[in-house]
């Protein structure tokens, strides 16, 4: 047996946006790690860096746990973890640090680990752990169980998706992307958490309390932005009855008023959603829940089993009003889909959010026009906005690679810098989403305006489009065209109907 610590680097505290909206998650794919290796028969402890301080916290945990093997398994579901943030890796690099002076074995996994391994093995790892890493991890843990003095050669010796330091090089034998490990269906080790601490943030914050669950681990689907280092894609869905059983158990110990579903792409097969949906019928067991889907999934019949399953909410990756650009970034979808997918959902009660991207290569003025135009058609009831984010392993990756300078990752998740050569420079996309925000929050308002009010509302939010729109030549880039008049002449007309 074994004392592992399994921690993770994701402090809410050093991502000032998401610190501000205050809708803290439970690092799901590491609890789900903790509960295997306690299963292998472990003594496992978790750090949990979520609500912590900042990194000065974790020095006496690690104190009071004496490790023999700290585990960095950063939660694959937090979609934060994706962006590969550089606050986040500075601290996973400081927690190394000082896991290293105290004697144990560091491996690391996540994200931004599989891309980039050398940041970690010069902090101080013995072992990053290439994509979801469960083989690679029970063999290390196997090795040392056997023999606790065994020399690093030979403890990652002829283990296939590690990477490691030979004669202070790097050292990766990769494997290629694999299917979600089957060994991680387990519970997560909930009880390792202090629940009643995310329970007292979510109260104060927002007066209900959220927890989250994931059905599938993967995505299908070949969005040219997407990184993904952990399951490529591959796409694993658990069974509709296990996925029930568990929501049923988070309904009866901890309370939540409601789930987010943390799934890149929840149910994917009305089946699979009508038989959740019977078995937490059966059981008292759902709770509201919030999703993340696609447009060309939304049929009525899917519809209909979400809003008889408990879904509140979802979120669908619309990215843009431009076909132009749907297409340039393959996501598969039509502008047509995404207002039948609301249309569809919002009859039934469903919150709709949209996620919408900006900046993508080849974006130009009349594309950014056309998302205004969606979400006024659309009107979702909230959205995201972002803009394209280049990382490792993604085609967007190596389209713009050559355009990269010295600034490669956000710092946080509310940075919004243009990392390549787009259309216009920064300053402009953070306005267009203000003003995407500023649309939405008045679209939302209107049953409670008078029409006069809102119409006078309306006219002003027009004023700054049309100023902005007026400077948007003091933004360009080299790769921005000239805009047709016509088109935003055309675009302020039909806003200004509504």
Not at 42 to 60: C, I, K, P, T
Not at 83 to 90: K, Q
Not at 383 to 409: C, D, M, N, R, W
Request: hydrophobic share 40%; net charge negative; glycine share 6%.
């Amino acid at each position: 047996m074994l004392r592992i610590q399994v921690g993770h680097s994701y402090f809410l505290r050093y991502d000032r946006k998401q610190w501000e909206r205050g809708k803290p998650y439970p690092p799901l794919a590491t609890i789900q790690v903790a509960a295997l290796l306690r299963q292998m028969g472990h003594q496992v402890s978790v750090f949990d860096a979520m609500l912590a301080d900042g990194v000065e916290d974790y020095a006496q945990t690690l104190h009071d746990a004496m490790p023999d093997v700290v585990v960095f398994y950063e939660d694959n579901f937090n979609y934060l973890t994706k962006m590969c943030l550089s606050r986040m890796r500075e601290a996973a690099c400081h927690m190394i640090g000082e896991a290293r002076a105290c004697g144990a074995r560091i491996i690391v996994a996540g994200s931004d680990a599989s891309d980039q391994p050398e940041a970690f093995l010069a902090a101080g790892a013995h072992a990053v752990l290439i994509g979801e890493g469960i083989a690679a991890l029970t063999q290390l843990l196997q090795r040392l169980e056997r023999d606790p003095h065994i020399d690093n050669a030979d403890w990652v010796s002829g283990i296939t998706g590690v990477a490691t330091l030979v004669s202070e090089q790097t050292h990766v034998t990769r494997i290629g992307v694999v299917p979600p490990d089957p060994r991680l269906t387990l519970r997560p080790a909930w009880d390792l958490l202090d629940i009643d601490r995310y329970r007292r943030m979510w109260r104060e914050r927002h007066g209900y309390f959220s927890l989250n669950m994931a059905a599938s681990r993967g995505c299908p689907f070949r969005c040219t932005w997407c990184a993904k280092p952990i399951w490529g894609n591959h796409y694993k869905q658990r069974s509709a009855e296990d996925m029930a059983a568990e929501m049923t158990y988070l309904k009866r110990s901890f309370q939540p008023d409601h789930i987010w579903m943390a799934d890149d792409i929840f149910g994917f097969h009305v089946d699979w959603v009508t038989e959740f949906a019977e078995h937490l019928r059966a059981a008292d067991g759902s709770v509201p829940f919030t999703i993340q889907t696609r447009a060309d999934l939304i049929s009525e019949r899917m519809a209909d089993a979400l809003k008889l399953a408990g879904c509140a909410e979802a979120w669908i990756g619309a990215e843009s009003g431009s076909q132009r650009v749907l297409d340039a970034m393959h996501k598969g979808t039509t502008v047509p889909e995404l207002i039948a997918a609301r249309e569809r959902l919002g009859r039934r009660g469903v919150r709709v959010g949209f996620f919408i991207q900006l900046g993508y290569l080849g974006e130009q003025l009349d594309d950014l026009l056309a998302t205004r135009e969606l979400v006024t058609r659309a009107a979702p009831d909230d959205i995201g906005v972002s803009v394209s984010y280049p990382l490792p392993g993604t085609k967007f990756y190596e389209q713009v690679k050559a355009q990269l300078g010295k600034k490669t990752h956000w710092d946080d998740s509310d940075d919004l810098s243009m990392m390549f050569r787009g259309a216009y420079d920064s300053e402009f996309y953070r306005r267009v989403r203000d003003l995407l925000h500023a649309q939405v929050t008045l679209q939302q308002s209107r049953p409670a305006q008078t029409p006069e009010h809102y119409h006078e509302a309306l006219a002003a939010l027009d004023a700054q489009w049309n100023a902005l729109i007026a400077n948007e030549y003091a933004h360009r880039t080299e790769h921005a065209t000239s805009p047709i008049a016509t088109i935003v002449i055309r675009h302020v007309a039909t806003a200004q109907t509504r």
